[in-house]
């Protein structure tokens, strides 16, 4: 109950995060009905559709976990802890409030498909997939709610096995405590042991540079390099691309999903590696504050900007295995699928530089009281974006050039 | 509007502010004169940063006037408030707000980048003022791998270091103990007589003020005559008791 109090009266731009995960979480549990509908009246190759049906339910639930950590719940108050509500309590807070958002979203996805299957009518498209969803057939119980259960569950799991990790209260990068009583530093003049019990609050400290970068390239040239040999591979594969294809599908996806990892693991380093080029020579305010705030964030935003650079590409190089007259045509359910990961890949990017701009905060009011104007707080953001982009841009695309090679070939 | 008095570097008049309806300051004036250290003392909750905050622009007072060498600074619009902050004041607050990301002598250089200095002379001059504070061993350390005292003396050298015409410490000592107190005011006095800084000092410590030129003294938001230390102590054994 205190959840949905606290989320009641939280920001707009909160509630619309928690209804836009609804949304997902309502998307995937649609497409995992769909399924099972498919299923009980084809049941030759159910296995494969709900395999396919991982991708959506994987970008959705880092969404939750994203949307989650960026919850303005879990933001330090005074009044709650001055109740007892300390970081366990506001963490339980924030997976409480992704259960409900994602519970909702698995609702609203039965209504709908009972809808479309012809159970619920007086609406328009009542019954509009009957044919396509086994609407002759009783629904299994236990099958439905296990669907629809898998969001909501493992969405929560996610996100209090995010939110506890971090620490709970530690809203900042990596923070640690200052080296204080008893601890005296060598040569320091006036500055006895003890003399920092103030120095007890917590203190941003910068993270190390994130050492994923070599195994992420690694792993997406060796997934490139599967992809392409895998090409040259019979079709005998039981997991069908979509579209056509002539070589080896369960090949060409250990490649993907070889490259779409490396990029996962690369992106924080990418990311790192843009704000260290970007301060190195010389800098002025701008550059200097623009490249080592993006060092600072290269952890929480680089991991969503690998991803999406991937699931980019990958759209990019999927979009090559269409064609007309194809065999499996892009139908509306692959659509569903495609704007779900696109969606929430773009959306988890989107809340984790939100995160990151409310860690900043401090870092801005700092800046502010130091006299910086306030264009100078927004020119060196626009600084980072364009770095980012004008690195991860040409990174996406050629590794989309390169996976479509042997998809077209 | 009457223009202030010529030889008031910062001059206020009839201030008021509330912060949401609570009073803070209540019909206070005083004027500082160029190159004077005024501190402006009483007890918690009396207004003191409230009216360091009302001179230095970062707050619009509900009433009232403050001047900067005869510019209205009340009636500024936001912009020149900022780029008054920025150019001709510096700001000590009372725990030290560095930038976690930059270095110390980045954090001390930063006002002077900001204002367009290449980044040799920011350094040079940054680094001379660590130096000064006993810190320039520390200058590559980020603040999150220095002592509180370390931290606060490189928000010193941070304010210090574009010699400004009015400096605003806002209890710079509260951190800090006596021997590392006594080093930094030590260190911003002579800075501000040897640079002829103007410095408007927040402070709850009757031996800062000793330091000062001139004392003013707030209470619940008023000016008023400094109390004699017996009427303070008895004043709060009164509030003790009830």
């Known amino acids: 109950m205190l959840a949905l109090r606290l989320g009641r009266r939280t920001h707009l731009l909160a509630q619309l995060r928690r209804l836009l995960v609804a949304a997902a979480s309502a998307g995937v549990g649609f497409l995992l009905l769909c399924t099972l509908g498919w299923a009980m009246g084809h049941p030759a190759g159910s296995t494969v559709r709900l395999l396919w049906c991982l991708i959506p339910l994987a970008a959705t639930v880092q969404f939750a976990v994203a949307v989650a950590r960026a919850d303005p719940i879990l933001r330090p108050r005074a009044g709650l802890s001055a109740v007892g509500l300390g970081p366990a309590r506001l963490t339980a807070l924030a997976a409480t409030s992704t259960a409900v958002s994602c519970a909702l979203g698995s609702a609203l996805a039965l209504l709908f498909f009972l809808h479309l299957r012809g159970d619920l009518t007086g609406m328009p498209f009542d019954g509009e997939a009957a044919k396509l969803l086994a609407a002759d057939q009783p629904l299994p119980l236990g099958a439905v709610l296990t669907l629809l259960a898998v969001v909501p569950v493992l969405a929560t799991a996610a996100t209090a096995l995010a939110l506890r990790s971090r620490g709970g209260a530690d809203r900042g990068p990596v923070r640690e405590r200052v080296p204080g009583a008893g601890q005296e530093p060598v040569g320091e003049s006036g500055a006895g042991p003890g003399a920092d019990l103030a120095s007890a609050a917590p203190v941003p400290h910068p993270a190390p540079a994130p050492g994923g970068l070599p195994w992420g390239v690694a792993l997406t040239a060796a997934g490139l390099a599967v992809e392409t040999y895998a090409s040259r591979g019979g079709a005998d594969s039981a997991l069908p691309l979509p579209g056509h294809f002539g070589g080896s599908p369960a090949g060409v996806l250990a490649g993907w999903s070889l490259t779409a990892l490396g990029l996962a693991l690369a992106g924080p380093g990418i990311t790192h590696l843009c704000g260290w080029l970007l301060q190195i020579l010389r800098p002025g305010a701008i550059r200097l504050l623009a490249g080592r705030t993006l060092m600072a964030e290269a952890r929480r935003i680089g991991r969503p900007l690998g991803v999406l650079c991937a699931v980019l590409s990958g759209v990019l190089a999927a979009n090559s295995l269409y064609g007309p007259g194809d065999e499996r045509p892009f139908g509306p359910l692959t659509a569903l699928g495609a704007a779900l990961v696109i969606g929430c890949t773009a959306a988890t990017l989107l809340t984790a530089t939100l995160e990151a701009r409310q860690v900043r905060a401090s870092t801005t009011r700092t800046l502010r009281l130091a006299g910086a104007p306030a264009a100078l707080v927004r020119t060196a953001a626009a600084v980072r974006a364009t770095t980012v982009l004008a690195v991860f841009t040409p990174l996406t695309w050629a590794v989309a050039s390169l996976a479509a090679i042997p998809l077209s070939g | 509007m009457v223009a202030p008095p010529d030889n008031d570097v910062l001059w206020a008049r009839s201030l008021t502010y509330s912060h949401s309806g609570s009073p803070a300051l209540d019909d206070v004036s005083l004027g500082v004169r160029e190159g004077e250290i005024l501190a402006v003392t009483g007890p918690r909750g009396s207004g003191k ?194």
Not at chain 2, 93 to 113: C, D, Q, T
Not at chain 2, 180 to 185: E, F, H
């Open chain 2, 49 to 242: 940063t409230t009216l360091l905050r009302c001179l230095s622009g970062q707050l619009v007072p509900r009433r009232g006037e403050v001047w900067f060498n005869s510019t209205p600074v009340h009636t500024m619009s936001a912009l020149l408030r900022e780029r008054l902050r920025r150019d001709r004041f510096s700001w000590i607050a009372p725990e030290p707000s560095l930038v976690p990301e930059l270095s110390a002598w980045e954090n001390a250089a930063l006002p002077l980048l900001m204002r367009g200095a290449s980044h040799r002379a920011a350094k040079t001059a940054a680094m001379e003022w660590l130096e000064r504070l006993d810190i320039g061993a520390y200058a590559r350390k980020r603040p999150g791998a220095l002592l509180q005292s370390q931290r606060q003396r490189i928000a010193v050298a941070r304010a210090l270091v574009t010699e400004p015409s009015v400096l605003f410490a806002d209890e710079p000592t509260a951190p800090l103990h006596r021997a590392d107190r006594a080093q930094v005011l030590r260190t911003l006095t002579t800075a501000a007589r040897s640079h002829r800084i103007t410095v408007v000092l927040a402070t709850l410590d009757a031996e800062v003020a000793l330091l000062a030129d001139r004392t003013v003294t707030l209470l619940d938001g008023r000016r008023v005559n400094a109390p004699r230390p017996s009427e303070a102590e008895g004043r709060a054994a009164c509030s003790l008791s009830v």
